[in-house]
């Protein structure tokens, strides 16, 4: 008998403790990227004051660190949201299987431009991808050669360029923001200039190009400080700053919600947020988080997310997310790349 009492108090203890376990984080977990961050939060906090659930998580660790932090499994331990401002990449969604994760949802927000900036008081200049490219590649062709990167100032690029230090603060390579600069300005440039091989996009390390974390105000901060640096940023921190940074014209064409939509800003790109489809029935309000996100009140022309720099999809293309989200559509490795 009091063996048999000690069984059945053994059993109710780990009763309680699997119960107290499940309901360890009663909270959405979101990660991610930088740049999705601030809309992630404003509808986070939105979710929060206008339904029972408790103000969802998110935290800005980049594209890259949010898919490792996604791939860790299934689980109330691992996110069951990751942000990101470039699409999945395969070996990421290979991982995420690997790690026993089954559905793993797209859900596509709209589009951004990347913007290099600078003091709001500094001379207006412009960058044409290639001399972008010349300035932050860790190697430049020479007599058909590649050598180490000698330019220390914009106008030993171009001599119409200012006679000012290059000083560049960027994404660290763990952003989603770097990924998409490497491939929007220098694969692209690369490519046309000479004795540059097809794909080169290796950043200089000297001290011109500086990675500065994850969070972007920081960017910004030191773009404040110094009227001689540039930024690379998600163009929603330029429109937040508006009052204290500018845009740099890339191709004689400044950033805007105008020009990335109609396909003139030459270094745009979408954005988007993975959902672990295995949490939808054990994560309270994760369904209802992301049906919130996607209402035209937050993603629509003229919705909430807009007025902080979000550039919206076309009707027909929210539609489409909305209606693969309400049929669940899981990625394959056959969608990406």
């Known amino acids: 008998m009091k063996r048999t009492m000690k069984l059945i108090a053994v059993a109710l203890l780990m009763t309680a403790l699997t119960a107290g376990f499940a309901f360890a ?10 740049t999705v961050f601030p809309f992630s939060s404003y509808v986070a906090e939105e979710f929060g ?19 490792k932090l ?34 793993v949802i797209e859900i596509k927000i709209g589009y951004d431009g990347i913007a290099i900036a600078h003091n709001k008081n500094s001379a207006d200049f412009n960058l044409t991808l290639a001399q972008l490219t010349l300035a932050v590649a860790d190697e430049i062709p020479v007599d058909g050669k590649l050598v180490k990167n000698t330019y220390k100032k914009w106008s030993d690029i171009d001599k119409s360029l200012p006679n000012a230090d290059i000083l560049v ?36 390390q000297d001290g011109v190009y ?12 030191r773009l404040v400080k110094d009227k001689n640096a540039i930024g690379i940023f998600g163009y929603s921190f330029l429109q937040e700053n508006a009052d204290r940074i500018k845009g740099v014209s890339i191709e004689n064409v400044l950033p805007s919600p105008e020009h990335v939509l109609n396909g003139s800003y030459p270094i745009s790109r979408s954005l988007f947020f993975y959902v672990k489809g295995d949490h939808l029935s054990t994560i309270k309000g994760l369904e209802q988080y992301v049906d919130l996100f996607l209402t035209d009140k937050m993603i629509g022309e003229g919705g909430f997310l807009t007025e902080i720099g979000l550039i919206p999809l076309s009707k027909a293309e929210r539609e489409k997310v909305r209606a693969d989200w309400k049929a669940r559509k899981a990625l394959t490795l056959n969608d990406v790349k």
Do not use: C, W
Not at 78 to 102: H, M, Q, W
């Open 70 to 103: 996604f791939a860790a499994g299934v689980g109330t331990d691992t996110p069951d949201i990751t942000n990101s401002s470039r699409r999945i990449k395969k070996s990421e969604l290979e991982a995420d299987f690997a790690a026993g994760i089954k559905q």
């Open 49 to 67: 004051a206008t339904t029972k659930n408790p103000t969802p998580v998110v935290e800005s660790v980049g594209s890259g660190g949010g898919h």
């Open 210 to 221: 500086v990675p500065s974390g994850e969070n972007d105000n920081l960017i910004v901060q």
């Open 169 to 204: 603060y960027g994404p660290p390579t763990s952003s989603g923001t770097r990924d998409a600069f490497e491939e929007l300005v220098m694969e692209k440039a690369a490519g046309k200039i000479a004795g540059y091989p097809k794909g080169y996009k290796k950043i200089r």
């Open 25 to 34: 984080r009663d909270q959405i977990r979101i990660v991610g990227s930088s």
